[in-house]
């Protein structure tokens, strides 16, 4: 079957039965024409992650499931970036340079996610105002946050090392104190998120939600060990306690705060589209506040593991577990809302670049070609490929 000017091929997708243009993948809803071994229920698509081609949704990569606006191109240098990050960590941890780690450890990917922001035009998509406002409002509670609270978090270290609390010292230090700084940390998200924002994206919402996490968390690290930087250059902790905290401070800890302020973000940006209200109509909502409940119950077990004590080594692995679990959980969120949230206008006869394949596909919520839902790139990004279309050459006088 072909459209009526006989130019791009058009077939019945077999989940939502309307002609989409021929491909891989139906253009109208994301699913597959052809039913493949492995892919699940047909809202899930669980073998091609919703922003990245070629790429199974349970895959452990880091820089699509925190950097999804990304194309191909652009992730070699975010993916050298974090590698780095990684370096520097191990060599700073190794010089027994305790203050140079802390400052990697917290500001390392917080830095590395503005210069995302920039590459994925965040500053064209949002106003200046609207990215100030969240960045001032994650410093601000981040270190009101930790005055307020570092009485408290002093004396729980008072306790015999060890030894475990027990009572109302372990209620407020261990499940009290983090879950009041993840109220804090989304704070930034829900207010912008109640002003109104211009647009109403998950992944607008995954930008501002991590943006305020990420900005919060940097703050209060700071201010709580602002007091460790005065101890001397060269530290003479034991090796192994170093490595413990450079993997907590460095890896784990911004790991599962950017998953919790971009997933929460996002589902707060999320919305349905009127052709799918009555298609599962609560299901994948459900599926998305469950997840992000899921990773404020993975944060708040990082303050039990704080208080029981445990060794070091064991707490290490446990966070460094926590934070698969964050980053898995956070993906999958993602992948849920690019595939059923509401989508650009269809105008399947127009065609678009798709810069995560490179191919000119037809313009639809999702490429026929690779999968990746339209939406997995920048506004700015969507705009100005609109407004340069690529033109198909006329045929020479061999060709006709």
Request: proline share 7%; hydrophobic share 50%.
């Amino acid at each position: 079957m072909t459209t009526p000017d006989d130019s791009v091929p058009t077939t019945e997708c077999r989940i939502c039965q309307t002609d989409v243009p021929s491909g891989e993948y139906c253009g109208l809803c994301g699913c597959h024409l052809e039913a493949r071994p492995g892919d699940g229920p047909e809202w899930l698509r669980i073998t091609n992650f919703g922003a990245a081609p070629d790429e199974h949704l349970l895959r452990p990569s880091l820089t699509s499931s925190l950097f999804p606006h990304l194309a191909r191109r652009s992730r070699s240098a975010f993916r050298l970036g974090l590698i780095l990050l990684l370096v520097c960590l191990l060599a700073f941890t190794l010089l027994r340079l305790p203050a140079a780690l802390i400052t990697v450890g917290t500001l390392g990917l917080p830095v590395l996610y503005f210069l995302y922001l920039r590459e994925s035009d965040g500053f064209r998509d949002f106003s200046v105002g609207t990215l100030v406002l969240t960045a001032v409002l994650g410093i601000g509670l981040g270190v009101g946050w930790v005055l307020l609270t570092g009485a408290m978090v002093a004396r729980s270290y008072e306790v015999g090392l060890g030894s475990a609390m027990v009572g109302m010292p372990m209620l407020r230090v261990g499940i009290g104190i983090p879950l009041g700084g993840v109220i804090l940390m989304q704070l930034p998200a829900v207010i912008v998120r109640v002003l109104r924002p211009s647009s109403r994206e998950a992944l607008d919402g995954f930008r501002i939600g991590m943006l305020g996490a990420l900005t919060f968390m940097a703050a209060a690290a700071m201010t709580r060990s602002a007091p460790l930087f005065g101890t001397g250059v060269i530290s003479k902790r034991p090796m192994e306690s170093l490595l413990v905290e450079a993997g907590i401070r460095g890896i784990a800890i911004p790991l599962i705060t950017a998953a919790a302020g971009g997933l929460i973000g996002a589902a707060l940006w999320f919305t349905r589209p009127p052709s799918k209200k009555n298609l599962h109509p609560g299901v994948v909502r459900l599926v998305l506040v469950g997840l992000a409940a899921a990773i404020l119950v993975v944060y708040l077990s990082l303050g039990l593991i704080d208080v029981a004590r445990v060794p070091q080594l064991m707490m290490l692995g446990l966070y460094l577990a926590l934070a698969v679990v964050a980053m898995l959980v956070l993906r999958v969120g993602l992948h849920l809302a690019l595939l059923h949230e509401a989508h650009d206008e269809i105008q399947s006869d127009e065609p678009l670049l798709c810069t995560h394949c490179g191919h000119v596909v037809p313009d639809m919520a999702f490429c026929p070609a690779c999968g990746v839902a339209t939406r997995a790139s920048s506004r700015a990004s969507r705009q100005s490929r609109r407004e340069a279309r690529p033109v198909r050459n006329a045929p020479g006088p061999e060709e006709t």
